[in-house]
């Protein structure tokens, strides 16, 4: 090792900083000749750094003496196994347990899903060779499997009839009886004659996600327009919901407008979060404005909520929907000043169509 000192510490001792021994330091009056650096030595130290090669110098261990660096190493080397031992174990225990929650979603759910509803497997399991004609499972609900070529022309023929019908009585066999249907019908229709263009193919199917029992579709007609409804689907019959298919309502606007009912009306609406203030209905702190549109009108309605009720709440699915279709009951203030400005009394259905248990 060569390493240089002050020429004041001549003729003292000093320790080597590498082999730690006490060495004599020749003063100027020993005359001892100045240390030169070997040529070949020097040549061959270079060349053998510039090919990468790392040289080490370092002095010869006494017997027993280990570095410091050696002892170091060993130590890292054994902490880092510890650790790898440790992530190891951590990595199979997160394994199995993520392993152990799926498997007891999958085995403790009792639900199935909708495909599976639509494909004919049911709730005891079974291909669609286990529906009856009309995708009855046993005795717990139907379903329409859109493989089945049985069920399929059954569906085309009822709406082959339905679409065909030209008089609210030739289509009263393929609708839901509830109650005042055919009044209803006539009203809506202006008489009995009813104008629509005749069955042209099957689109889609889908079984509504509510109500088991029901089944929506979608068809062309021959003018190459969709017709979309809800059937209720059981074993023995299949019926038209139409007043979700109609969008039926127990007035139009242009009644609510004339009459201002301090009643309940019925409608079927899509409703939207609004910002109309105005009248008696004017304090936007109060009063939450929702828009009332019906594809049978050409303008929407005003509806109002007292701000954070529980119509409020519910309208709106807490925050988290602004586009719904629902069934409201509806009606004016006593001292109404404009048509399109209606109290909403509460929600009926979520969706347009009023099932059995409702």
Same mark, same amino acid.
């Given at each position: 090792?060569?390493?240089?000192?002050?020429? #004041?510490?001549?003729?003292?001792?000093?320790?080597?900083?590498?082999?730690?021994?006490?060495?004599?330091?020749?003063?100027?009056?020993?005359?001892?000749?100045?240390?030169?650096?070997?040529?070949?030595?020097?040549?061959?130290?270079?060349?053998?750094?510039?090919?990468?090669?790392?040289?080490?110098?370092?002095?010869?261990?006494?017997?027993?003496?280990?570095?410091?660096?050696? #002892?170091?190493?060993?130590?890292?080397?054994?902490?880092?196994?510890?650790?790898?031992?440790?992530?190891?174990?951590?990595?199979?225990?997160?394994?199995?347990?993520?392993?152990?929650?799926?498997?007891?979603?999958?085995?403790?759910?009792?639900?199935?899903?909708?495909?599976?509803?639509?494909?004919?497997?049911?709730?005891?399991?079974?291909?669609?060779?286990?529906?009856?004609?009309?995708?009855?499972?046993?005795?717990?609900?139907?379903?329409?499997?859109?493989?089945?070529?049985?069920?399929?022309?059954?569906?085309?023929?009822?709406?082959?009839?339905?679409?065909?019908?030209?008089?609210?009585?030739?289509?009263?066999?393929?609708?839901?009886?509830?109650?005042?249907?055919?009044?209803?019908?006539?009203?809506?229709?202006?008489?009995?004659?009813?104008?629509?263009?005749?069955?042209?193919?099957?689109?889609?199917?889908?079984?509504?996600?509510?109500?088991?029992?029901?089944?929506?579709?979608?068809?062309?007609?021959?003018?190459?327009?969709?017709?979309?409804?809800?059937?209720?689907?059981?074993?023995?019959?299949?019926?038209?919901?139409?007043?979700?298919?109609?969008?039926?309502?127990?007035?139009?606007?242009?009644?609510?407008?004339?009459?201002?009912?301090?009643?309940?009306?019925?409608?079927?609406?899509?409703?939207?979060?609004?910002?109309?203030?105005?009248?008696?209905?004017?304090?936007?702190?109060?009063?939450?404005?929702?828009?009332?549109?019906?594809?049978?009108?050409?303008?929407?309605?005003?509806?109002?909520?007292?701000?954070?009720?529980?119509? #409020?709440?519910?309208?709106?699915?807490?925050?988290?929907?602004?586009?719904?279709?629902?069934?409201?009951?509806?009606?004016?203030?006593? #001292?109404?000043?404009?048509?399109?400005?209606?109290?909403?009394?509460?929600?009926?259905?979520?969706?347009?169509?009023?099932?059995?248990?409702?």
């Amino acid at each position: 090792m060569i390493f240089s000192l002050s020429q #004041d510490l001549g003729g003292n001792g000093v320790t080597c900083p590498g082999c730690e021994h006490l060495l004599t330091v020749p003063s100027s009056a020993d005359k001892v000749s100045e240390l030169v650096v070997s040529k070949e030595k020097y040549v061959s130290h270079v060349t053998k750094g510039s090919m990468g090669e790392v040289v080490k110098y370092q002095r010869t261990l006494a017997e027993g003496e280990r570095h410091e660096w050696a #002892d170091e190493s060993e130590v890292q080397r054994e902490s880092n196994e510890k650790s790898l031992k440790y992530v190891s174990l951590i990595t199979l225990f997160s394994l199995l347990l993520i392993g152990g929650l799926a498997y007891l979603l999958m085995s403790g759910s009792g639900s199935r899903s909708e495909e599976e509803m639509i494909a004919g497997k049911g709730k005891q399991g079974g291909d669609s060779s286990d529906l009856r004609l009309n995708g009855s499972v046993g005795n717990d609900f139907y379903v329409y499997d859109p493989k089945n070529e049985a069920q399929v022309e059954q569906l085309e023929d009822f709406l082959t009839g339905l679409l065909a019908s030209k008089t609210v009585d030739d289509m009263l066999p393929y609708v839901r009886p509830v109650e005042n249907i055919r009044e209803k019908m006539v009203k809506f229709y202006k008489g009995q004659a009813i104008s629509q263009s005749a069955f042209r193919s099957l689109s889609s199917t889908m079984k509504t996600a509510s109500s088991p029992g029901f089944l929506s579709f979608v068809c062309q007609t021959q003018d190459y327009s969709n017709s979309t409804g809800v059937l209720e689907y059981g074993e023995d019959e299949v019926l038209l919901d139409w007043e979700s298919y109609v969008a039926y309502c127990d007035m139009t606007w242009d009644e609510l407008a004339a009459k201002k009912p301090t009643t309940a009306v019925r409608v079927r609406v899509t409703a939207k979060r609004a910002y109309y203030y105005n009248n008696e209905f004017a304090d936007e702190h109060m009063w939450q404005a929702v828009s009332l549109i019906n594809p049978n009108e050409e303008d929407p309605i005003y509806g109002y909520v007292e701000k954070g009720s529980a119509t #409020d709440q519910l309208l709106f699915n807490f925050g988290n929907s602004d586009n719904r279709r629902v069934i409201l009951d509806i009606y004016f203030p006593s #001292d109404a000043k404009k048509g399109d400005q209606v109290f909403i009394e509460g929600i009926v259905q979520d969706g347009w169509v009023i099932t059995e248990e409702n």
